[in-house]
């Protein structure tokens, strides 16, 4: 069973290009959150996807970013018009179910990231 | 808003030394979780602690829940040079749309000597 998937790992942008991460979760996964994590620093949750429905966002940048998360392929999240502040480390995290239930069904687990230079 | 926060940020270690890592949360929380980071790569999922009272252990690691004192600890017992790389914990969100949420303290970089 193969984890959750990212690519690219590594991207490299210049000032005013496009971005495009890709995160595969794990099979039977239909929960998906991005999360940024700026050098030295913690990971900052950006938004949370189930599949063709963005439930909340409140972690991403007003402009510039979105995400999707369509009923096939994977979930993506573009950034357009990259500035030197979004060279950071992106992670992608899915989840089997979410609920009130206290098991670890509602784990999430984490991609390998991709990392995001902008020259 | 859910705040975490670690302490110590830095912590520097000798082998065969014990210490602990702090993790205080703001408000209420259904779950808590610790992952370990090293350079350049993932997040791996150490411990998830999801009532009052839970105390999990793997090798040298032992993570424990205090919900009342919205406390978190990770002890490490006789350290040695492999457990060096950083530790966060997270806490989850509870209830409203945004349930299962992370939000992650700042991390704690543990470093051990010989």
């Known amino acids: 069973n193969a984890g959750v998937m990212q690519n690219p790992r590594h991207l490299v942008r210049r000032r005013g290009q496009e971005a495009r991460l890709r995160c595969s979760p794990m099979k039977g996964h239909s929960h998906v959150y991005w999360y940024r994590q700026l050098p030295e620093e913690g990971l900052k949750f950006m938004v949370y996807?189930?599949?063709?429905?963005?439930?909340?966002e409140s972690g991403m940048p007003k402009e510039r970013f979105s995400a999707e998360f369509p009923k096939e392929g994977p979930s993506i999240l573009r950034i357009q018009q990259v500035v030197r502040g979004d060279s950071a480390a992106y992670f992608c995290?899915?989840?089997?179910?979410?609920?009130?239930?206290?098991?670890?069904?509602?784990?999430?687990?984490f991609g390998p990231g991709t990392r995001l230079t902008v020259l | 808003e859910l705040k975490v926060e670690q302490n110590p940020l830095f912590l520097s270690m000798q082998e065969g030394k014990n210490y602990t890592i702090y993790c205080n949360y703001s408000t209420t929380s259904d779950r808590l979780y610790w992952y370990r980071q090293d350079p350049g790569k993932s997040l791996e999922s150490l411990f998830v602690?999801?009532?009052?009272?839970a105390v999990k252990q793997e090798g040298r690691l032992m993570a424990s829940l205090d919900t009342k004192a919205r406390l978190s600890t990770l002890h490490i017992t006789a350290a040695v040079h492999d457990l060096s790389a950083t530790y966060f914990c997270?806490?989850?969100?509870?209830?409203?749309?945004?349930?299962?949420?992370?939000?992650f303290g700042q991390g704690t970089i543990l470093t051990v000597h010989p």
């Open positions: 996807l189930q599949k063709e429905n963005i439930i909340d």
């Open positions: 602690l999801l009532s009052n009272g």
């Open positions: 997270a806490a989850c969100n509870a209830g409203g749309t945004s349930y299962g949420k992370l939000t």
């Open positions: 995290a899915s989840s089997l179910r979410i609920g009130r239930i206290r098991s670890s069904y509602n784990e999430q687990f």
